[in-house]
């Protein structure tokens, strides 16, 4: 099997050391940058599977980084944050990170996050059925985005995907909070977690789901997709 390759961005040299020799050894090739300019070279010639990134960085942070990229490319991101504070987790989910992990964490952890995201990402490309259509959208399962009548397109991270798959696979069905996270971290929802509630509203807003119609909460239960008429 062809090895996955990772690329770490991360302004301070002893964490990429330290990072890049255990994903080695876990059978990954590693990729290296001190900062956005050099993400940005490397990302000309190369197409990495995952990327952590890191949100303390010199000239443009990680947020605006991964803002950016999210503008072109579906790639998985796992965000490094080194406070625990929820605010750079949720400005890291809303602008279209696919996990968060923060700067005290165990490798072994990181390594698990990684694999499950890269599981998701193999499974989510498979698809039956390239198209889905839904509340006057056209989802493409294969270019990962949303086509509206319009021909406006919406381009979905990993996460939103993930998501918007989970729920069209299970309409008029209730997801708890563990099957969303399940769905999105491949773990089950911590206590209090708001990075689910984060991912709901972005795609709320990505399909214009204003008045929570269509995806409905439901009260210390979970989600549920209200299904109209779906054609696959």
Not at 38 to 64: A, F, H, K, R, Y
Not at 67 to 73: H, I, P, V
Not at 185 to 206: F, H, T, Y
Request: charged fraction near 25%.
């Amino acid at each position: 099997m062809d090895k996955r390759t990772v690329l770490i961005v991360d302004d301070s040299q002893e964490v990429l050391d330290a990072l890049s020799e255990y994903l080695e050894i876990a059978n990954f090739n590693v990729l290296t940058a001190l900062h956005g300019g050099q993400m940005w070279q490397i990302l000309e010639t190369v197409s990495p599977d995952l990327i952590i990134l890191d949100i303390m960085l010199p000239g443009d942070d990680g947020l605006t980084l991964c803002q950016k990229l999210r503008r072109s490319s579906q790639v998985p991101i796992i965000m490094l944050t080194a406070v625990t504070d929820d605010a750079d987790r949720i400005a890291g989910l809303e602008i279209g990170a696919d996990d968060y992990i923060t700067k005290s964490f165990n490798p072994r952890e990181l390594l698990a996050r990684i694999k499950a995201l890269l599981r998701r990402s193999s499974y989510t490309s498979k698809q039956t059925s390239r198209y889905i259509q839904f509340m006057g959208w056209k989802f493409d399962t294969l270019k990962r985005n949303l086509v509206g009548t319009n021909d406006e397109i919406v381009v979905l991270s990993g996460s939103d995907f993930n998501l918007l798959t989970l729920m069209l696979s299970s309409p008029n069905k209730l997801l708890t909070r563990d099957d969303i996270a399940q769905a999105l971290w491949g773990r089950n929802a911590e206590p209090l977690e708001r990075g689910i509630d984060v991912q709901i509203s972005r795609l709320r807003k990505q399909i214009g789901d204003h008045d929570r119609s269509v995806i409905m909460s439901l009260r210390n239960q979970g989600y549920m997709f209200v299904s109209e008429e779906m054609e696959y």
